[in-house]
Structure formats: structure tokens, C-alpha cells
């Protein structure tokens, strides 16, 4: 577009070209007129000037008709000499019997008496008529003018062809100085048309200085460099074009940054957009992705732009363009692999224009992986709790109608069947209990009592208190052993007691419910940099690798036979989950089947020296 123009091809040359043409033109035109009137002006003036005058023509006609031939001849002879010839005219005297009688050639005076071989004269005397004819000689490339004019002698009524005057004058002369003024007007011409090209070039040039100032311009405009303007010459049509550029500048360049301004916008949104937006042609070809998109589909931005949705979101097998054009409802894609989740609901509409012409679709994609996630736990919970409180009940139902048959008129049996309708009815208040806590905790309507704590103090409390339950039962269904290992270092940490004494309790039961018997339960206490580290080991049967990541899941039991059997609800590391996270730290575990289970529990923590602590309380 902003390639060089030859001069040839510039609008420069072009309007002097045409100006040089039209001058040329006109004054052709106007020279072919002025030369044929010229020519005919010195034609008509020539032939005037070839007459013989009626005294001349009187007194031939009377040498004529006398009879004396010698006589006559001589007086014919004279009288040729008077007569007015400017054009150098050759003149004869021809009788009517085709009788040379006079010529006005001094170098030609032999052929007076000859008879005389010109057919034009011929036809004068015999058809009696005067003959005008103008001929051209090739072999001296001459033109000649030639008048035979006739005598005639009237006498009374009767009139008598007595001869002819032959006149024949050159016309070089006349030609010549046609040719000279032609010649003239010519050079004329050229010098005009010469200076008209160089008026036409200055003309030009100032014509299209403002429309090259205009193309440099808007050059510049297409360019993005809106900072130049176009000198206004005048208010002319050139001038007001040149104001109209000057503002159609300014207004592109207001309509630029507006636009970029959007865009930026745009892009902006759509880069901190937490859904996927996908924009393609009216083919179905990509056009537009985000960067949460190209994370969704494991993809590209170069790769994604230019290939078609359907292969983006591998959907052609099932579905079609025109399917998704004519009914543009939201799907469920599974991107799930065996590394992560990963669940999207895509919504699509369709871009139309004001006349209805659809020139593509946008795609929103939604990550609908924890909602899905959420709603199927859901529904396990629901399922599990139904369950869970389905079993006492049953057994509680059937223990009852037993009573109420007559069981409990038996003294051996109707003790032991109201022990167990006590043991199911508490086990069920304690799992509605620990649902309410997590209900409560799930709400934020769960109140923490948060105090500076010495943890080494508080999980050595916890520990003693079961080596106290072991010491007290004087036939433990079961032995097993404590092991402490702990920092020497005091570690105040900033917990809520009871609940935190809840997860140490929670983590203990499970150690010694699991634990073989006689086995090792190992605690430790330690610090980081940032943060203390407390786990609890035991010896059992471990947790099989798949169970691990659902271990704190609600109502999830690894083997629920045992448990169930044990008096378990379910919800124990549930709550002790919520309860480190709400306390800002960390809960998990490292198990291997048949080699035992680690519970660790990580919680923030910054050393404080005694003083500090003392000026706290104060």
C-alpha cells in the first residue's frame, strides 16, 4: 500500500498529460480551421487577381476578326504586354480554330501560328464554355491555376466566338507562404504546448500537494500514528477535504482508544475470569480463548485459535455444528483422568448480528468438578447416615418388641436386652452430636475460645489420662503401650483447648482401637521453623492405599463392619479436620497396610520467649 509511484503513474503526470492533450486538441482544431481559411483566403485573392480586364478583351476581339493575321498579330502581341500580371501568369491568344495568335513568353514566341495541343482549350472553343481548373504536375511537384476565358464579337443581334485567353499561373507561391504561416503557427503551437505541459506540472502539483499530504495521512492513520495533520491551503473543496481528514483523524484516533480501551478491558476480564470462554467463526472455527480454557483442555492458545470446537471439546462424535447452532444448550464434559477430576459445564450462545446473520458462537466452560464432587458426597452422606442410624434403630426396634412380647419378665435376658437399647441409643446421640458440630462448623456459627497454650503440657494431660483408663480397668480387653517423644522445649501454641483436646482424644481411640494387643502407640512432639508437628503412631493393620485420600471424608470407614462393631460413628477425623483447619493448620496421614498408620497434625506456631508471655497476661 505504501509502495513508490512512478512518476508515470502519479496523478501528476495524469493532470498535465490530459491539460497538454486538450491544448493540443484545440489547437489542432483550431489550426486546420485557420490554415484551410487561410488557404482559401489566398486562393479566392490569387484568382481575383488572374482576370482579364474588358478593354483588353475588347480590343482582342477586334484583332481577331481582322483579316490581316500579321498585323493583328503584333497588336495581339501589344496589347498581351499591357496587361496587369501580377502572378506571372503564362497568357495566350488562341482563335477559334485552335490558332496560337499571341503569347506574353518572350523565350516562347515560336509557337505563335502553331496550333495549339491543350485539350482544356479545345473543349473552350468547340463545347463554348469558359473553363477554371487547377492541376498538379508531378514531375515538378508544382500546382498551376488555369482560366480560358472566350471572346466573343457581338455584332447587332449576332454574336461570334472569335477565340480564348488562356491564363495559367503557378501556385508555389501561394502554397509556399501557407506553408511558411503553417510552419510558424506550428512552432507556435509547440512553444504553447511546451509551456502549457510546464503550467500543467506547476498546476497539477499544487493541485495534489494537499492530496499527497492527505495520502501520507491517512497512510499514517492506517498505521496507528494519528499525530500528524494536513496543512489547509485554502477553503476550497481541497481545503474542506483536508479539514475532514484533520478530524477524521482525530475522531479514528478517540474510536482507536476506545476501542483499544475495551479491549484491554476485554482481555482483562477474560484472563481473570475463573470460566473458560471460548469464541469461534460462524464455520465453528476457534477465534478468541482464554487462558482458563487452554488450562481446562491442556492446551495452547497457538494450537486452540484456528481449530474447531467440536475437536477442542471432543465432542464430534456426538454432536454437530449446526446442532449446537440450532440448539445452543449447555453440556457436561468429563475431562477426568486418572491424575485429576476434572468436570466442565459448557454453555453456549450464539453472536448475531442486528439482521439475524449468526457470525459465531461463544462457549463458556465452567469448572463444575467440586459442585459435582460435592453433590455425589452428599448423597454418600445421606446414604451413610440413613444407614448408620437405620442399624441402631433395627436393633433397638427388635430389642423392644422383644420387651414389650414378654422379655422382660425374664431376669437373665431383659437386662441384657435393655443394655444394649442404651449402648445403640447413646451411639446414635453421639453421632447426631458430631453431626451438629460439623453442621455448625460448616455454617461459621461454631465459636473458637482461642488461648495461648503450653501443647507439650496439654498432650501429655491427654496421654495420661489414657494411661489412667488402662491402670483403672481392672480387665482391659485389651494392652497396649505409650511411647513419649517429645522436644525439651516448651512450645505455646494459640489453640482452642477443648476442641483440640477432642482431635487428641479422637486420634488416641483410634490408635488403641486399631493398634493388636500389647502393641506400641507412639506420640511425638517436635517443631519447625514455623510451625509444631505432633503425630500419633500405632501398630496396627494400616489403611490400604486407595482409602487414604476419603480417610477424612464423613461417615467413610475402612473396614465399617469393625468399626460399627467397635462403636465408631464415623465422624471422628472428620471433626478433627475441621478443627485444624480452623485453628490455621494441617491434619494427615501416612499408612501402609499391614505396617500401621501415622496421624500428623501440623500447626502454625512462633517461638515466644517468657517474658513476652508474662507481658501478655499482664
Known amino acids: 500500500m505504501n509502495s513508490k509511484i512512478k512518476f508515470f503513474q502519479s496523478i501528476h503526470f495524469k493532470i498535465a498529460l490530459v491539460f497538454a492533450l486538450l491544448l493540443l486538441l484545440t489547437l489542432e482544431i483550431v489550426g486546420a480551421v485557420f490554415v484551410r481559411q487561410l488557404e482559401r483566403q489566398n486562393l479566392n485573392t ?20 481582322t483579316t490581316n493575321t500579321t498585323s493583328a498579330d503584333k497588336k495581339i502581341k501589344s496589347t498581351l504586354s499591357e496587361i496587369n500580371n501580377t502572378n506571372n501568369a503564362q497568357i495566350r491568344v488562341i482563335d477559334n480554330k485552335g490558332t496560337i495568335r499571341g503569347t506574353n513568353e518572350v523565350d516562347n514566341q515560336g509557337v505563335v501560328g502553331q496550333k495549339t495541343t491543350d485539350n482544356n482549350i479545345k473543349n473552350a472553343i468547340y463545347n463554348n464554355r469558359d473553363v477554371v481548373r487547377t492541376t498538379y504536375n508531378s514531375q515538378n511537384n508544382s500546382r498551376y491555376y488555369t482560366t480560358i476565358t472566350r471572346i466573343i464579337r457581338t455584332q447587332g443581334n449576332n454574336s461570334e466566338l472569335v477565340g480564348v485567353i488562356s491564363m495559367r499561373s503557378s501556385l508555389d507561391s501561394v502554397y509556399q507562404n501557407i506553408n511558411q504561416i503553417t510552419l510558424i503557427y506550428v512552432s507556435a503551437t509547440f512553444v504553447a504546448i511546451i509551456l502549457g505541459l510546464v503550467m500543467a506540472i506547476i498546476i497539477s502539483r499544487a493541485i495534489t500537494r494537499p492530496i499527497d499530504e492527505m495520502k501520507k495521512q ?24 483536508a479539514s475532514a481528514v484533520n478530524n477524521l483523524s482525530v475522531r479514528v484516533e478517540e474510536a482507536q482508544e476506545s476501542t483499544e480501551s475495551e479491549r484491554r478491558r476485554l482481555d482483562s ?35 486452540a485459535v484456528g481449530k474447531s470446537i467440536l475437536d477442542l471439546l471432543d465432542i464430534r462424535d456426538n454432536y454437530t455444528l449446526r446442532e449446537l447452532l440450532e440448539n445452543p444448550d449447555d453440556l457436561v464434559l468429563d475431562f477426568s483422568t486418572k491424575e ?74 431383659a437386662p441384657h436386652f435393655l443394655k444394649v437399647t442404651q449402648e445403640e441409643t447413646d451411639r446414635m446421640i453421639r453421632m ?74 479422637n486420634l488416641m481411640n483410634n490408635a488403641i482401637k486399631y493398634s493388636p494387643d500389647g502393641g506400641v502407640i ?41 468399626s ?55
Open 218 to 241: 491517512t497512510l499514517r492513520i492506517a498505521r496507528g500514528d494519528y499525530s500528524g495533520h494536513v496543512r489547509v491551503y485554502g477553503s476550497d473543496e481541497l481545503g474542506q477535504l
Open 522 to 562: 507412639t506420640c511425638r512432639l517436635l517443631e519447625t521453623h514455623n510451625n509444631v508437628i505432633l503425630s500419633v503412631a500405632d501398630q496396627g493393620l494400616g489403611i490400604p492405599r486407595a482409602d487414604i485420600p476419603r480417610i477424612f471424608d464423613r461417615l467413610y470407614r475402612v473396614d465399617k463392619a469393625r
Open 269 to 303: 476480564v477474560m484472563a481473570h475470569m475463573t470460566d473458560g470462554v471460548i469464541a469461534t467463526d460462524r464455520r465453528g472455527n476457534v477465534t478468541i480463548i482464554n487462558e482458563t480454557a487452554t488450562s481446562f483442555l491442556d492446551t495452547d492458545s497457538d494450537g
Open 340 to 413: 485429576h477430576d476434572l468436570i466442565l459445564q459448557a454453555y453456549f450462545s450464539l453472536i448475531q448480528r442486528e439482521s439475524g446473520f449468526i457470525s459465531g458462537l461463544v462457549c463458556v466452560l465452567h469448572d463444575v468438578t467440586e459442585q459435582q464432587k460435592i453433590d455425589q458426597d452428599r448423597k454418600e452422606f445421606v446414604s451413610n447416615v440413613s444407614h448408620e442410624l437405620r442399624t441402631p434403630l433395627t436393633s433397638v426396634r427388635a430389642y423392644i418388641e422383644s420387651l414389650s412380647e414378654g422379655a422382660w419378665k425374664d431376669p437373665e435376658v
Open 432 to 505: 447426631i452430636n458430631d453431626l451438629l458440630t460439623l453442621s455448625r462448623m460448616d455454617s461459621g456459627t461454631q465459636k473458637v475460645d482461642l488461648e495461648m497454650v503450653n501443647l507439650n503440657e496439654l498432650f501429655n494431660y491427654v496421654l495420661d489420662r489414657f494411661d489412667m483408663m488402662l491402670k483403672q480397668d481392672d480387665r482391659p480387653e485389651k494392652t497396649y503401650t505409650i511411647k513419649r517423644d517429645f522436644t525439651k522445649r516448651d512450645l505455646w501454641v494459640e489453640i482452642d483447648t477443648d476442641r483440640f483436646t477432642q482431635v487428641l482424644e
Open 46 to 65: 490569387f484568382k481575383s487577381q488572374q482576370v482579364v480586364q474588358t478593354y483588353i478583351v475588347n480590343r482582342l476581339s477586334d484583332e481577331l476578326s
Open 564 to 618: 460399627r462393631a467397635q462403636g465408631g460413628t464415623g465422624l471422628g477425623l472428620a471433626i478433627s479436620r475441621e478443627v485444624v483447619q480452623l485453628l490455621g493448620g494441617r491434619i494427615w496421614v501416612d499408612s501402609r497396610e499391614g505396617r500401621g498408620s501415622t496421624f500428623y497434625i501440623s500447626l502454625p506456631y512462633k517461638p515466644y520467649e517468657e517474658d513476652d508471655l508474662w507481658d501478655e497476661d499482664n
